[in-house]
Each structure stands twice: as structure tokens, then as C-alpha cells.
């Protein structure tokens, strides 16, 4: 490895909004060791598993490492020179609207900063968003509309300090792990304290829970306004907190008056005992905390949902105090980092509107005439520009809009018809990538410098750990180059990350005055060694606040002109989603405990696809016990924008017609598994957020007359597979495939492998009468193929047996390893433990001889000892074989 530093380096995990500090410790011989950071305010030393990883990722999957202009490596130079050419030519026929940048919660708010500051100050256009739209827009809208700035007022502490924590669309077991292990923690030392999910499904999360609310799909801000109308009907209301520091408390009082508990029980399909069970808690304790994340925001009604969550918590002034809160959770490393500097078309820099008195200030700030004077488009209305032709030019930075975006298929044909793409990315193959005329190679974490910015307002460097590979650059140098390509002379001298923070900072508090939450001058002056040892500190940090601020809004004055508070009416709805066609499931989707987003890195490390290996769709068991449907086999799932193909799985926690599907999967690591080609592009008007988590489909089988485990040391065509599934292995990938009645299988596809093969020697053992196929194909010595075929899934061989045979030699007792091998016995199993690689079958076997609870597994097999994340599987499975749950 090309390290720049020989010492421990403290730096930030790449994947989700908890933000934990990572370790680095390096030895002699380089990169040893990645632990979580024992200083870190967020994690104190833990880890989840996907950080616990992050050492794997650093040189695997297929870098980007030089710039390619249209398929073809040149040098930096003319990248640069076709970017800022092909901007300019757009510009100057078409106007500063015409051309776009579509950013990620991947960037550090550096190159946000700069990116931002290229469109909305010098090109003149704010066609800036971010893949932040798609997951806390809506909270980011409720907070500007109750606080008067999107301005998070808790903090990780709250977590423990509160009484009644209500986790609200979020199974943070998975998508939180280590804020979930610290409520855990919590609960273990203050056993009264009491923890409420609120979810359609009965997720991991609900192992912690004292009360489980599954909700009909959507139907949050019935249950919020029932629960607002409630606690003024109980005279829960802080009277003196109400008078000195909100209004509109009537208006949303009598949005809500319909909402009683028998309508709310209708409405959400709740029964009336437990929602009072919740509404009393709500009621009796001082320190309540609503935890929330994407199951509130990925809603065409998200921001409603935010305000009427908000509301309650205004009503009974549970707000701004120790343990007390509306607390919005977001899922990536820096949408708050992004949000700070401007990252969102509807925003300036420095928590700017677009107010004349702002766009002067920016002017002045920056030394420039063409600040963009209004908002330009939001992520889904941006795509629709493209698609429209009106936008002509976009360049996308760090994120995988073909996968992630609404209507996904509709996403990809607009860009392949858009006159000029550009990403710059870290990886060189991404559904998004495949679109592009321009490719940049950008750092990825491990060579990244910078900072970032968690869910509770917590700063934190981002340090390298190398330097770049390649010819990568940091994203903000791509850009500076581009900008003074494009004939901004000015602005963009910037020679390091710490020259762009100490200009934001400085820009946050130029004429503040107490008018902006968003306020951090007090780091203006920062040296670069300051800057290079600057520890976690929590915004905003001014001269009021030079060491930070923990908790805001503790004196009861908000953002807004007036400085209070807005109760915001809320009138709920439900999904308004509706299609010609008989559509009976509802579908919800979301993430795993081992992935992150489009598995560009998580996807590259096979440890983190023992847990699920390839995408699913979850369904009750008397939905999978249908006619036609089971266990294991294919479905296509359909809805008015498009269909996927993937196997089915019984889920005892969903509703009956749910089906839950994951959002990671794409076409680098399956045939036909984005999910998002289902969603529509309906967002909320507020927020302009998708409804990501509810559409209407159909679910019908789809035959399959072969299935068959796969290894490769080479790139093979798949297009023959109605179905197929990616899996990284030694020396090259492991695949599910699935065969339907028209393909010709095996016969011609190990033909045609036989083919790339210059010294071949297959082996095969074949039983046409059972549909047994097995194959083994050598090239020289190494074993290049397995293929290993039957009509029954379950008969395959285990994933691990089939990894092995990579080592295999060619030997005249090959044959030995088809003929009698039993491929089915079983081994380690689907593993439940990432961190020590422990499988169901030993847990099982640990648990046949005496286990008894998660502790004693953990003696026996260290699983559950690490990050944790598997611990509610571990009593999922005790549970199972009948074991008292401890
Ligand atoms: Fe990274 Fe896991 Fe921490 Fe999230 S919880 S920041 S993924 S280590």
C-alpha cells in the first residue's frame, strides 16, 4: 500500500449518518489495523460491521484510476479541457440552466463546497442537488418549517438520557447499527427507560422495543396528529414554553381534532389499547425522543409527517432539554456536510435562502455578479429536465442516480440520450458510469482529506490514509480545474482542502449575526496543523460557542423571524399511489446490515454477502404459501414503471400484501434486481423528496427450469439467465443463475465457455434423468470454471465448498470431487455473524448442545462480541429452537 502516514490516524467512516471515528493503525509493513476510535463522541470504539470492513475495501472492486473520454484513457488535461468546453458551449447557446450538477452525501463538504460554489456563484445557475434529496429532504423541510432552519436540535447523548425513545421508520439495528448498540447499552443501565418502534414491519429493531406499533404503510401522521389531539385533550401542554416561544398551535389543534382514537385506530389499523398504551407514555414522561429517519422521509407526505412528530413534541415544550427531541437521522456520511454549504438546489451556501439580502451577501462574499438569484431543479425534476432535453449538460459526482432515482430505467435512457455526462467516481463500473461521455477518477475514502459532517451536528476530519492511486484527484480539485478551464480565474486558486474550510467557515458567519443557525467562524482562523488536528466538535461554533454546541434551541428561541417556534397544520393522508391494473401488494424497501447503497464497495467484499448474498423479495409466509409461489423461488415483481426478477423469502415480520424488497442490488451484481425501477417519480411538494417507500405491485412466479452454482475466474455473458446473482470469490466471482424453460442450458453455455479456454480439459459428471449436471473446466492447471446444475435449487452445492475449488489444480482425480461428493452437507451456513464469520449451522449446532442464551453463544463462538449487529438474529434463532430468551 502507498501510505503517506506510518502512524495511527484518526479519521471518519465513509457509510452512514451516525458518522463513527475510525483508527487507523498502521505497522512497518503499512495499513494493520481498523478499529473504532475510543475519542469519538459518536462511537466511543465501536464499530459495525460495515466499518469493521472498511480495511477490505481499500483496493478492492474495479477503480477508476485515469480519466476516459468517451471509452477511450486520456490525460488529465484534455478531461478537464472536454468538461469545461462542453459546459461553456452549452452554456453560451442554451444559458446557465442548461447545464447541472448532481452531487452525493459521499463528498466531503469540500468539494461540496466548491461544486456549489462553481454553479451558484460564478455559472449562475442553482441546478445543484444531491442523492441527499432522497433521504432527509422531508425531515430537512420540517425543520425549516416548525424551527425556521434545518437545524437538528439532539444529539447521540439524548439517546441515553431519554425516558421514552420512539423509533419511527427506522429499523436502526441495520441502518444505525452503532446508535442502535448504544440505545442497547442505555437500556441495560436505565432498565425503566422505555423504547417504542413504530414500523409496518416487525424488524430486528423490535428486539429492544417494549412496544411495537406495525402501522398501516403511510399512515404516520394520522397516528402523530391522534397523539397531538390526545396530549391537549389530557392538558399536556407546557403552557409557558407554548406562549413565550411558538404560534400556530390553534390551527394545527384543529387540523388534528378529528384525529381520536377510534378514527386514528381506523386510519392506521392500530388497535385502541396499544396506541393508548403510546399516547400515555407519551403523556407521563419529562424526557421523550423521537428517533426518525428514512421510513418518515422517503414519503410524498414527509414533511407533514416531520411536522406532526415536531408538533408534539412543541406541545409539551419536550424539546431542547437533556433526553428530549425531535431527532432526525440521516442515512449518508455527510447530507448534513452538503446541506451546509448549499448542497441542495433550494438553498444557497451557509444555510442561505434566496432572498435579495442573501444573494447580495453571496456577491459580496465571493467577489461574483452571476449568484443564482432563485432555485433551480431538485433531483427527480432535474432528471426530467434531462429526459425533456432542457437540461443538456450534467455532471455527476459520487453517486449512482440509475440505480437510486425513481423510475430508474426512465433515469438511464435519459441520460444516455443527454448531450454531455460526466461522473466522477471512484469506481470505474456503476449502472451510472455506463452512461457517461466523460469519466474523472475521484479519491475514494482512505485517500479523501476533509471533513464531514454526522446527524448531530458533529464535525469531524476525514483523513487520508494514502495517497491517491492513479490519477485520481479529489473531487474539489476536479472542479477548481474545471472552473478555471471554464475562464473563472478567481475563486478556484484553492490549494488544499483546509484553504476551502476556513473560507466556509468564514462565509457562515459573514453577517450572521445570530440569523443563521448554521454558524461555524469560530474554525475561520484555522491553521493547516489546526486544521490537520482538529478533534469532533458539534456546530455551531462561534464566539458564543467556541467548543461547540450539544444541544440547540436550550434558551427557546428558533430560527424563524419572530424567534419561535411554527406548529404546522397537518391534514394526513395516506399514499395516494393508484394503477389501472390489479396491483395487490404494497411495496416498501429499504436497506441491509451488511451493504451500503449500491454495493460499489460493501458488494466487494465477500464477507459482507455472507449474510444476504443476493437481493429478495420478503413476504408473510401466507403470502409466500400462495399458489404458484414459494420459498426460494423467482417472482417478478410489477408495477406501472417497470418489473424486476428476484427469489422470494418468508418473512414473518411483515404485513400480509407487503413485500419488502432491498434497495442495493444493480446490474454489476444482479440480472434485473433495481428496485427503484418500481417507484414512482411522485415526491413530496415540500421537500420534493420521492415516495421510496410505497408502490402498488403485482407478484407472479416465474418458471424456472435449472438453477445453477456458477464460479468464474473470467467475465462471462449472463444475458442467456432469466435470473442471476454475483458473489466476489477467490480469483473471481460465484454466481446463482436461473434457467427458464427457453434457454439452452448447460449444453451450449459450457460450450461456448469452453471455447475461451486455450488449453481446456473439462470433467463433468452428467445425470440427464435427475437433471444433475457438474462441470469442472481447467485452462493449463487452473480450474478457470464450476458449473454444477439441478432443477432443485436446495441440491446446489454450498457457497464456501464452491469458493474452495479455486485452489483446485488439474489432477487426474478431479473427477473425484463430482462423483459421490455430497455438495450439501452442510458447513458454516448463511452467516449471522459478519465480524467473525460464524454461520447458522454452527449457531444451530451451539445451540442443539446447550446455548442458552446470546451470551453463551458469544463464549462459544465469538459471534455477537464485536459490533453486535447480530445479536437479535442470535435470539431470532434461539427463540426458534424453543431457548429462553435472555
Ligand atoms: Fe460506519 Fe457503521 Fe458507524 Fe455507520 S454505524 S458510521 S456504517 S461504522
Not at 684 to 699: H, L, M, N, Y
Not at 760 to 773: C, H, K, N, R
Amino acid at each position: 500500500m502507498n501510505s503517506i502516514s506510518r502512524h495511527d490516524t484518526e479519521t471518519t467512516c465513509p457509510y452512514c449518518g451516525v458518522g463513527c471515528g475510525v483508527s487507523a493503525q498502521f505497522s512497518g509493513a503499512g495499513l494493520l489495523s481498523i478499529k473504532g476510535s475510543q475519542q469519538h463522541p459518536a462511537n466511543h470504539g465501536r464499530l459495525c460491521v460495515k466499518g469493521s470492513a472498511l480495511k477490505e475495501t481499500l483496493d478492492s472492486g474495479s477503480r477508476l484510476l485515469f480519466p476516459m473520454l468517451r471509452g477511450r484513457r486520456v490525460g488529465a488535461t484534455p478531461a478537464v479541457k472536454a468538461v469545461a468546453d462542453g459546459f461553456n458551449r452549452i452554456i453560451a447557446r442554451h444559458g446557465p440552466d442548461a447545464v447541472a450538477f448532481y452531487l452525493s452525501g459521499q463528498l466531503l463538504t469540500e468539494d461540496y463546497y466548491v461544486a456549489n460554489k462553481l454553479m451558484k456563484g460564478f455559472i449562475g445557475s442553482a441546478n445543484v442537488d444531491t442523492n441527499s434529496r432522497l433521504c432527509m429532504a422531508s425531515a430537512v423541510a420540517g425543520y425549516k418549517r416548525a424551527f425556521g432552519a434545518d437545524a437538528v436540535p439532539c444529539n447521540y447523548e439524548d439517546l441515553e438520557q431519554t425516558d421514552l425513545l420512539i423509533l419511527v421508520g427506522s429499523n436502526a439495528a441495520w441502518t444505525h447499527p452503532v446508535l442502535y448498540q448504544r440505545m442497547v447499552a442505555a437500556k441495560a443501565v436505565r432498565p425503566h427507560m422505555k423504547i417504542v418502534l413504530i414500523d409496518p414491519r416487525a424488524t430486528v429493531t423490535c428486539d429492544i422495543a417494549d412496544l411495537h406499533l406495525p402501522l398501516r404503510p403511510g399512515s404516520d401522521a394520522f397516528l402523530f396528529n391522534g397523539l397531538l389531539h390526545y396530549l391537549a385533550r389530557q392538558e399536556q401542554r407546557d403552557v409557558k414554553f407554548i406562549a413565550q416561544s411558538c404560534t400556530g398551535l390553534e390551527a394545527a389543534l384543529a387540523a388534528a381534532n378529528s384525529c381520536d382514537p377510534e378514527s386514528v385506530s381506523r386510519q392506521t389499523g392500530l388497535d385502541r389499547t396499544v396506541l393508548l398504551q403510546f399516547f400515555a407514555w407519551f403523556a407521563g414522561n419529562k424526557r421523550v425522543l423521537s428517533f426518525y429517519s428514512q421510513g418518515i422521509n422517503q414519503s410524498a407526505t414527509g414533511t407533514d409527517k416531520c411536522n406532526a412528530i415536531i408538533n408534539c413534541h412543541l406541545l409539551t415544550g419536550k424539546i431542547g432539554k437533556p433526553g428530549c427531541g425531535p431527532f432526525s437521522i440521516t442515512g449518508q456520511p455527510n447530507a448534513m456536510g452538503g446541506r451546509e454549504v448549499g448542497g441542495l438546489a433550494n438553498q444557497l451556501a451557509a444555510h442561505m435562502d434566496f432572498d435579495p439580502v442573501s444573494v447580495d451577501r453571496l456577491k459580496r462574499f465571493w467577489g461574483s455578479d452571476k449568484v443564482a438569484t432563485q432555485p433551480g431543479l431538485r433531483a427527480v425534476e432535474l432528471f426530467d429536465a434531462i429526459e425533456a432535453g432542457t437540461v443538456k449538460a450534467v455532471w455527476i459526482m459520487a453517486t449512482n442516480p440509475v440505480v437510486s432515482l425513481p423510475e430508474a430505467e426512465r433515469i438511464r435512457k435519459a441520460l444516455l440520450a443527454c448531450e454531455l455526462v460526466v461522473v466522477s467516481d471512484c469506481v470505474q463500473r456503476t449502472d451510472t458510469t455506463a452512461c457517461a461521455h466523460i469519466l474523472l477518477p475521484a479519491t475514494p475514502w482512505g485517500e479523501k482529506d476533509g471533513t464531514v459532517t454526522n446527524s448531530e451536528r458533529c464535525i469531524s476530519r476525514q483523513r487520508p490514509l494514502r495517497v491517491a492511486t492513479g490519477e485520481a484527484r479529489h473531487d474539489w480539485q476536479w472542479i477548481c480545474a474545471v472552473a478555471k478551464e471554464m475562464g473563472f480565474s478567481t475563486g478556484f486558486d484553492f490549494t488544499s482542502s483546509h484553504e476551502i474550510f476556513v473560507e466556509h467557515a468564514a462565509l457562515s458567519g459573514f453577517e450572521n449575526e445570530g440569523q443563521r443557525a448554521f454558524d461555524i467562524s469560530g474554525l475561520k482562523s484555522l491553521t493547516v496543523q489546526q486544521y490537520d488536528r482538529l478533534k469532533p466538535i458539534q456546530w455551531p461554533v462561534n464566539a458564543g460557542n467556541p467548543a461547540g454546541t450539544a444541544r440547540l434551541f436550550t434558551d427557546g428561541k428558533f430560527f424563524t423571524p419572530d424567534r419561535r417556534a411554527r406548529f404546522v397544520a397537518v391534514e394526513p393522508t395516506l399514499p395516494l399511489e393508484t394503477s389501472g391494473k390489479p396491483r395487490p401488494f404494497i411495496l416498501n424497501t429499504g436497506r441491509l446490515r451488511d451493504q451500503w447503497h449500491t454495493m460499489s464497495r460493501t458488494g466487494e467484499v465477500t464477507r459482507l454477502l455472507r449474510h444476504t448474498e443476493g437481493p429478495t423479495a420478503a413476504m408473510h409466509p401466507d403470502d409466500v404459501s400462495a399458489p404458484g409461489l414459494g420459498s426460494g423461488e423467482l417472482v417478478r415483481l410489477e408495477s406501472d414503471h417497470g418489473s424486476i426478477v428476484v427469489p422470494l423469502v418468508s418473512d414473518a415480520g411483515l404485513r400480509r400484501g407487503s413485500v419488502f424488497v432491498p434497495i442495493h442490488w444493480n446490474e454489476h451484481f444482479s440480472a434485473n434486481a433495481r428496485v427503484s425501477k418500481l417507484i414512482s417519480s411522485t415526491v413530496d411538494p415540500w421537500s420534493g423528496q420521492p415516495e421510496s417507500k410505497f408502490a402498488r405491485i403485482s407478484v407472479a412466479p416465474v418458471p424456472v427450469t435449472c438453477w445453477a452454482a456458477f464460479y468464474s475466474r473470467r467475465e462471462t455473458d449472463l444475458q442467456r439467465f432469466t435470473y442471476w446473482h454475483r458473489v466476489p470469490a477467490p480469483g473471481g466471482n460465484r454466481f446463482l443463475l436461473a434457467a427458464g424453460p427457453d434457454c439452452d442450458f448447460p449444453e451450449a453455455f459450457v460450450h461456448n465457455l469452453i471455447q475461451t479456454l486455450n488449453a481446456p480439459e473439462l470433467v463433468s459428471l452428467q445425470d440427464a434423468t435427475a437433471g444433475d449436471y457438474r462441470y469442472l473446466l481447467f485452462d493449463e492447471d487452473e480450474l478457470v470454471y464450476a458449473v454444477f446444475c439441478h432443477p432443485r435449487r436446495r441440491a446446489l452445492p454450498e457457497p464456501q465448498w464452491l469458493e474452495a475449488l479455486a485452489q483446485v489444480k488439474r489432477s487426474k482425480d478431479n473427477w473425484l470431487l463430482l462423483s459421490g461428493q455430497d455438495l450439501t452437507r452442510p458447513e458454516k451456513g448463511r452467516l449471522v455473524c459478519s465480524c467473525y464469520e460464524v454461520g447458522v449451522n454452527q449457531i444451530q449446532a451451539a445451540i442443539n448442545s446447550g446455548a442458552r442464551d446470546h451470551v453463551a453463544l458469544g463464549n462459544l463462538l465469538r459471534c455477537g462480541t464485536n459490533c453486535g449487529s447480530c445479536i437479535p438474529e442470535l435470539k431470532q434463532l434461539l427463540q426458534q429452537v424453543g431457548t429462553p430468551i435472555t
